[in-house]
């Protein structure tokens, strides 16, 4: 799936009605939901728990905290894209502090053309960490494949005084005999003896 069909979810953590007025002039229905809306880090910390979001945009400084640790623990977490808006006098200072975490920032006041910019890069973005997050839950299918065919192999071997390679043997010829996985044999050894 293209950038371009892809929805994407936003929370805009900011104070400013005119600043959300504009963002969501930007945030069209057809590439963008849903867009909440948080006027303080606490309501964004409230709403951060309540549900995933793929970008988080912080018009800093929020009237409850200036908003760098929430940024901080929200890019930690690893599934949002953050983007921390910073007025210009802080923006050097501010970014040497949060971009070790992946925030993403842009000093303020910017310009609609720089926000669809950051928009356009926060989408790329976005895409990197959905490729990673299917690379490792490939990762972690295979070793839970793995971990199963293991115990099975340790069941032949306890329960029918199998070696290793003959117990591992006789999993790969039952799955290829039956044409199933592994995987699926093993659970159905598995099954087996848990109602012996």
């Known amino acids: 799936m293209g950038l371009k069909e892809r929805v994407f979810s936003v929370l805009i953590v900011s104070s400013a ?4 007025s504009a963002m ?3 945030l069209p229905a057809s590439g963008y939901q849903p867009v909440v ?6 309501a964004a910390q409230r709403a951060t728990a309540e549900r995933r979001f793929d970008f988080i945009i ?3 400084p929020l009237p409850d905290d200036p908003g760098m640790r929430f940024a901080i623990d929200c890019s930690a977490a690893g599934d949002a894209t953050v983007l921390l808006l910073i007025k210009n006098d802080f923006h050097a200072e501010v970014y ?4 070790p975490h992946g925030v993403f920032t842009l000093p303020k006041p910017m310009s609609k053309q720089a926000m669809e910019t950051a928009l ?3 989408k790329t973005a976005q895409q990197k960490v ?7 839950t490939s990762i972690e299918d295979k070793m839970q494949e793995i971990r199963l065919v293991n115990k099975a192999k340790w069941l032949l071997i306890d329960r029918e005084g199998l070696t290793e390679p003959e117990a591992h043997r006789r999993l790969e010829k039952e799955a290829m005999d039956r044409c199933l996985s592994k995987k699926t044999v093993a659970e159905e050894l598995l099954r087996r003896y848990s109602q012996d």
Do not use: L, P
Not at 17 to 20: E, G, I, R, V, Y
Not at 37 to 42: E, K, N, R, V
Not at 130 to 136: V, Y
């Open 17 to 20: 009605d005119n600043f959300n």
């Open 24 to 26: 969501a002039s930007m």
């Open 37 to 42: 809306y948080s006027g303080s880090i606490s």
């Open 58 to 60: 912080i018009n800093a």
């Open 96 to 99: 040497e502090r949060v971009s």
């Open 120 to 122: 356009r890069w926060m």
């Open 130 to 136: 959905r490729r990673f997050e299917k690379k490792t």
